[in-house]
């Protein structure tokens, strides 16, 4: 798809200085621009690649001034980084406009569609489900029975939903994603050998959740795992059966939380945390990378390590774990002086 820029200006409100008509359809870095791309010139560290581009199209600030010649048409706006962020949803926006049910797919007749909906092929959607207007399911997902589904969510190619979850309005879901797995609940007996325990419950995500690539969010063994409104879950997570993750707390990589612990608004996780069962995580909280929580966190704690501790006092320990041999050395000398070992 080829817009002008006349097309892009009147989009982002634009000044056009250059040619108006010339057509770009893809989009580049401002270094690695060639010729029909658009890029942009936000920061000032860059500002030398704009007289060398290929780029057809550079999207600059209103205070931008060439000091040499340009090759590349200028769009002015206010602010050049949301604008182009700005061009990018717009983007997203139409190549995402798809609509329609594709061939071979299957969907339960007791399945009520909502207006505007597309369904890719090889997609299948059990009974008695409910989708809402202007949901896009990509090529072979999976959408099991009595899942609802609210209004402009977007299930990308591959995403699993399981019985009886609920999924809200505006969420996305990418790649490899299950929702309503089973947790890992299983009971031994006498000999030592484990008997599975029904997870009879289901997930809710509530509007505007944004599950990343192959995470996995396991059904409750009773009642609802939660996610709540405005969370957003990175690639390759875990999260285990009965948890709640409260409104805009975000999760990064590969970070793992144990059944039935619960999150708190406006966290900020860090990548490879692994957090236990059964605890409470207040509001507010920040955890470093690879730290590990075993214990309940009160609101606004920053903490880091395994076991984690307060962000401050681990920095602190972490300069005398570093210099441990030196001090070690020093502590044999004075031991030597004193008590006169050899």
Known sequence: ??????????????????????????????????????????????????YSTKASITIVNKTFEAENGLSTT????DDAYKSFSKLLEYYNQIKMNKSGIEQPSFIADSTTLGENIYVGAFTYIGENVKIGDNVKIFPNCYIGDNV????????????????ECIVGAHCVINSGAIIGADGFGF????????SK????????????????????????????????RGVKLDNQIQI??????????????????????????????????????HITIGNNVKIQAQSGIGRNVKDNEVLQGSPALAYGDFNKSYVYFKNLPKIMR?????????????
Do not use: W
Not at 150 to 157: G, P, Q, R, S, V
Not at 208 to 226: E, F, H
């Open 330 to 342: 020093e502590i044999n000398e004075i031991d030597k002086k004193v008590n006169g070992n050899s």
């Open 240 to 277: 285990a059966h009965n948890v709640e993750i409260g409104r805009n707390t975000v999760i990064a990589a590969q970070t793992g939380v144990a059944g039935s612990t619960k999150i708190g608004e406006s966290c900020i996780i860090g990548g490879q945390v692994g957090i236990v069962g």
């Open 187 to 194: 009971t031994p007996d006498e000999k030592g050998e484990y």
């Open 148 to 163: 609802t589904i609210k209004e402009n969510t977007i299930l990308f190619a591959g995403a699993k939903v399981y019985s």
């Open 74 to 77: 200028l769009i002015k706006v």
């Open 1 to 50: 798809m080829k817009f002008t820029a006349t097309q892009i200006a009147g989009i982002l409100e634009g000044d056009i200085v250059g040619n108006p008509d010339v057509e770009v359809s893809k989009l580049s870095k401002i270094e690695e621009g060639t010729e029909g791309s658009l890029t942009f010139l936000a920061n000032p560290k860059y500002k030398s690649y704009i």
């Open 197 to 228: 325990v029904p997870q009879t419950g289901n997930v809710i995500l509530e509007d505007y959740v944004d599950i990343g690539a192959a995470t996995t969010i396991d059904r409750a063994t009773l009642g609802s795992t939660i996610i709540r």
